[in-house]
T-cell receptor, first 114, second 113 residues
Framework: AQSVTQPDIHITVSEGASLELRCNYS??????LFWYVQSPGQGLQLLLK??????LVQGIKGFEAEFKRSQSSFNLRKPSVHWSDAAEYFC????????????FGKGTRLSVIA | DTAVSQTPKYLVTQMGNDKSIKCEQN?????MYWYKQDSKKFLKIMFS???????INETVPNRFSPKSPDKAHLNLHINSLELGDSAVYFC????FGTGSEQYFGPGTRLTVT
């Protein structure tokens, strides 16, 4: 069965500092991987996705993520965090075979301090 | 234009009542979903429809009944509401099947008193 682990429940970074959010997945085949962001009181917005090809994917709002098959990881990065990045971040894994639903991690809450 | 919309945004009701939440997507997607997000932000899929056909039905009390009148709409009806039903309910849609990228609505915050 697919599973996603986000080891960090809450991370606090200073504005302008770099950010890395961790995501580890468990899946038997090549996974489809996603990062979503949820601002307070809002729905989930897709930041980026990985299906195949280049393992470093660029997303919206200056985010990027790197797929590392050997480590079963898909970590999200941003070189310089802005106060508006404070939100909940979810990693998800999916498959296009069958009717298997996306599996979401439990989320990482990002706080940004001045 | 809003891609996935839900109504209402907030719903406050008493135990035992019946309520509905409506969802519409204008993305032309074939698959729609209902998720429940609890107070710890954990997202749990409840149902998925593909072209009006139920394809995912997770372990959800049968007080919850989804209805899809057409592939652009997926409504959720909840009978005999309980305190534990209080949560945020999200509708979502996708084009390429249940494991592909999904687009979420803004959510409906349901509070049962």
């Amino acid at each position: 069965a697919q599973s996603v682990t986000q080891p960090d429940i809450h991370i606090t970074v200073s504005e302008g500092a770099s950010l890395e959010l961790r995501c580890n997945y468990s899946y038997g085949a090549t996974p489809y991987l996603f990062w979503y962001v949820q601002s307070p009181g809002q729905g989930l917005q897709l930041l980026l996705k990985y299906f195949s090809g280049d393992t470093l994917v660029q997303g919206i709002k200056g985010f990027e993520a790197e797929f590392k098959r050997s480590q079963s990881s898909f970590n999200l990065r941003k070189p310089s965090v802005h106060w508006s990045d404070a939100a909940e971040y979810f990693c998800a894994v999916g498959s296009l075979s069958g009717n298997t639903p996306l599996v979401f991690g439990k989320g990482t809450r990002l706080s940004v301090i001045a | 234009d809003t891609a996935v919309s839900q109504t209402p945004k907030y719903l406050v009701t008493q135990m035992g009542n019946d309520k509905s939440i409506k969802c519409e997507q204008n993305l032309g997607h074939d698959t729609m979903y209902w998720y429940k997000q609890d107070s710890k932000k954990f997202l749990k899929i409840m149902f998925s429809y593909n072209n009006k056909e139920l394809i995912i039905n997770e372990t959800v009390p049968n007080r919850f009944s989804p209805k899809s009148p057409d592939k652009a709409h997926l409504n959720l009806h909840i009978n005999s509401l309980e305190l534990g039903d209080s949560a945020v309910y999200f509708c979502a849609s996708s084009q390429f099947g249940t494991g592909s990228e999904q687009y979420f609505g803004p959510g409906t915050r349901l509070t049962v008193t």
